[in-house]
């Protein structure tokens, strides 16, 4: 009894341990979303992973180790977006959603739009938690 107690603990805290990750979903400029675009994801300048969307738009990358990762979004035909400073905690899956709008003109060489990671003020996964920013905590009484 006490080994299967055991065997369940560790296959428990081995999965809660790899659930931390990012997801989302790409879109374009009329909130439609883009099927096969490419999200790469990268930490240190190494490159740690990549998918393509599925038929809704919705990525998955996962697992990742807790920490800050760049990802670069990429479709055909649309600008690509290098989003920076994306947060990887030990809370769970991040939600990285990412907006692309269409190339103006054909470029042989483009560079991607560079856009910085904002953690929202309300989590869609768990609506009841509320996340602080700065000014807020700043304004709190003691």
Do not use: H, W
Not at 54 to 59: I, K, S, T
Not at 80 to 87: E, F, R, Y
Not at 119 to 138: A, C, F, G, H, Q
């Amino acid at each position: 009894m006490r080994i299967l107690l055991l065997i369940l603990t560790i296959f428990y805290l081995s999965t809660s341990l790899c659930a931390q990750g990012i997801k989302g979903l790409v879109v374009d400029e009329k909130k439609e979303p883009l099927i096969n675009s490419v999200v790469q994801i990268y930490q240190n300048g190494v490159q740690k992973g990549g998918v393509v969307t599925d038929f809704n738009g919705l990525y998955t990358i996962s697992p990742l180790d807790t920490g800050k990762y760049f990802l670069l979004f990429s479709y055909p035909g649309y600008d690509s977006v290098l989003l920076i400073n994306a947060s990887v905690t030990n809370k769970g899956i991040t939600t990285v959603d990412c907006q692309l709008k269409r190339s103006a003109n054909i470029k042989i060489i483009s560079c991607p739009i560079i856009k910085t990671y904002k953690v929202p003020l309300i989590d869609m996964d768990n609506p009841s938690k509320r996340t602080y920013d700065r000014e807020e905590i700043r304004r709190m009484p003691y």
